[in-house]
């Protein structure tokens, strides 16, 4: 097995955390994947893994290790796109992370019309409300909400969302419209943990402006508390894009306009650079001119 295979070996082991499960992935047998990382680990002369019955971990030494294989993987493999005409020509698996919401009514829609415009590629996307480390868990493009911070990646800018309160038009008939963020304690509030994971909501370009609240519902489902709120049972706080439907139909309304924070930028994150796959770049010239068109997210 020569030093690249045995990068190969070491990663997929890595990522299926078990030996039998790398090597199926890389069709080859068990035996063969265990010499292979225990070749590796006499080379380097320390252990890159700690092993049970059960599953294998990665040490600390071997956590560093998997970020720079992957790297040398990467590298090795855009070297190889380049010769056979893939740094131009988009094929492969394309993998992507994003916010749950956010992918369903935007990435997915585009990710199909993709697909449907270059044959050769495929795609597996992870729709998750966390910060997702991209490299560590081999992903070739992120959709981040929020402020960026600093990094090697490269980002490109395509739209900004508001963080809003929202309630039905029921809601408010019954219960008044809050005047200031001072008013929200005196109303009923439901919170979708992972747009609201504290219980203090802050207003003002500058987040200045701090209000303590006490929801009677809390839900891990954005979705399921947007249709809560719809019920006109209580006041929610959410991101524009999750309820510009809403907005438009007049299922919801807007609460207290005139005390929203700074506006999110959106981004569209990888960590190729100027050497990225034409599958990335591709996919990332689509989504941007879709995205910057959609009016909710300029």
Known sequence: MDRLQTLEVFVAVAEEESFAAGARRLGLSAPSTTRGVNT?????GTPLFTRTTRRVRLTEVGHTY???????LAQMQAADDAATGA?????????????????RIYVAPILTDFLDLFPAVSADVLMV????????????????????????????RVGQVRRMVVAAPEYLACYGMPQTPADLPQHQILTAAPVSPTTEWRFGRELQDGVKIKPRLTLSSVAAAISVAQSGW??????SYQVAADLQSGALQAVLEEHEPAPLPIHLVHAEGRRA???????????RDRLRAVPGLA
């Open 129 to 156: 409300d966390r910060v997702v480390n991209m490299v560590e868990e081999g992903f070739d493009l992120a959709v981040r909400i929020g402020d960026l911070p600093s990094s090697g990646l490269t980002a490109v």
């Open 277 to 287: 796959p034409a599958k990335i770049r591709a996919f990332i010239d689509m989504a």
């Open 66 to 72: 998997l970020e720079d294989a992957r790297h040398i």
């Open 234 to 239: 209580g006041l929610c706080r959410v991101l």
């Open 40 to 44: 590796l680990e006499a080379r380097l």
């Open 87 to 103: 740094a131009t020509n988009p094929v492969g698996q394309l993998r992507i992370t994003c916010p749950t919401e956010f992918g």
